[in-house]
């Protein structure tokens, strides 16, 4: 497995291409606006503060080889700063931290829990009307969490770039150092964003290609399948490794609506598949589960 290529740390990294549609977004040029293809499929005003939680619970599903069944929580957490120093230039900064909770008997050997903490620094400039560049840098902390050392710090960086093939197509490419230790340590960007109508949307990528339906301005109705995964160090000797990852396909859908101009509450469920547990740096082999279903509540604040 050690010369296995990682999922996760490219899927990981690719969520620039979600984060940077945002921010470039939000600093357009001004006298460029009837330039955008449809007025509805527009996201109300963003805020320069804005913070996130989001919550999976995952059903019990069998442990392929030990026995007995694994549950999982997911907890997501943000905060995020915004800087528009003029229209052509956007920059942010934040905190993000996710934690990954597992229930498993001690036979299987699992870790307890799996947690990241990161700074994320962002920026976009808009050299022209249809060309926007930008960066993302991410240093944080990948654990078990027993206790921390050097080895755990994690420096994922990106470059990307944006370009506007047309009032309804748009095209993403760069290149990401992944900072992961047993994955490819550049690779490729790529995103597409289409649309079709003043209704629809389409995202395609990773980790999330997504069709959204928009009734209105204010809610987003979607089906998207995603990719889940990351790499930690491990610190407790009972597992036989040094280093593990996590990964899993899933198939959801839900809805997304403004209560108010500062509050935007989400909703979904879905399917988990291919879920797995590699394990690095020791003499044990990777973990299978079976499937699983999930719910997940999203709520989202802005001022």
């Known amino acids: 497995m050690n010369k296995k290529i990682s999922l996760s740390a490219l899927c990981y990294i690719l969520a620039v291409l979600v984060s940077s549609h945002t921010l470039a977004s939000e600093t357009a040029p001004v006298g460029k606006q009837d330039s955008e293809p ?71 050997r ?4 799996l947690q990241r903490l990161s700074i994320i620094m962002g920026g976009e400039y808009h ?29 994922p960086v990106a470059l990307h770039a944006t370009y506007k093939m047309s009032r309804k197509l748009s095209l993403t490419g760069g290149v990401a150092y992944t900072g992961h230790k ?38 987003d109705i979607f089906v998207a399948g ?3 995964g990351g790499e930690y160090r491990l610190h407790d000797p009972s597992i036989g490794a040094d280093i593990v990852s996590y990964r899993d396909y899933r198939l959801l859908a839900g809805a997304e609506t403004g209560l108010s101009p500062y509050v935007r509450v989400g ?21 299978q589960l079976d499937n699983a279903l999930f719910g997940r509540l999203t709520i989202k604040l802005f001022w």
């Open 38 to 108: 449809v007025s509805i499929v527009k996201q109300p005003e963003k805020k320069l503060w804005e913070t996130s939680l989001e919550s999976s619970w995952f059903n019990g599903s069998t442990i392929h080889g030990t026995g007995g069944e694994l549950s999982m929580t997911e907890l997501k957490a943000a905060f995020t700063r915004r800087f528009l120093p003029n229209p052509l230039v956007g920059i942010s900064a934040g905190i993000q931290y996710s934690l990954k909770e597992f229930e498993a008997p001690q036979t299987a």
């Open 110 to 113: 699992l870790p307890e829990s």
């Open 127 to 155: 050299s022209s009307d249809d060309l926007t560049y930008g960066f993302r840098l991410s240093p944080g902390i990948s654990s078990d969490n027993i206790h921390f050392d050097a080895s755990d710090i994690r420096v």
């Open 182 to 219: 047993h994955s490819a340590p550049l690779l490729p960007l790529i995103g597409i964003r289409y649309l079709p109508t003043e209704q629809w949307f389409l995202a395609l990528g990773l980790p999330r290609t997504a069709v959204v339906y928009k009734p209105n301005r204010e809610t």
């Open 226 to 228: 995603e990719f889940s």
């Open 267 to 287: 909703i979904a469920g879905g399917y988990a598949f291919a879920r797995e547990f590699d394990f690095y740096e020791g003499n044990r082999r990777d973990v």
